[in-house]
């Protein structure tokens, strides 16, 4: 009998090295979504912020260069959420992208 030298791979994950990397496909992204209430009135979440900054610190500042009320909701999935009042979603990618807390291409803005 002939004795054959076959390597049989084990499982390859090829995503496995992509994960601790900045790949484009790997960043996480800033959720800008806008929410219909009653009537004309509309409420814009801001979500995917990273733990270590401060969300009262920024919502201060969002409200105070929007001249709108805001709160920060903690949610069980999402994490905490940024709520502003109106449609704020082009001024506070602006905001963000100025501030240096994210880049223009780690937002999505959502909505209609």
Known sequence: MVELDIQI?????????AQDTDA????????????QRNGKKSLTTVQGLKKD???ERILKDLKKDFCCNGNVV????????????GD????????????GIAKRDQIKIHGF
Do not use: C, M, N
């Open 53 to 55: 900054y401060s969300y």
């Open 24 to 35: 484009p496909g790997t960043k996480e992204y800033i959720h800008i979504r806008i929410q």
């Open 88 to 99: 704020q979603r082009k001024k506070v990618s602006q905001f963000l992208v100025q501030a």
């Open 74 to 85: 903690q949610d069980k999935e999402l994490g905490k959420i940024i709520q502003l009042q």
């Open 9 to 17: 791979p084990s499982a390859f994950d090829p995503f496995a090295e």
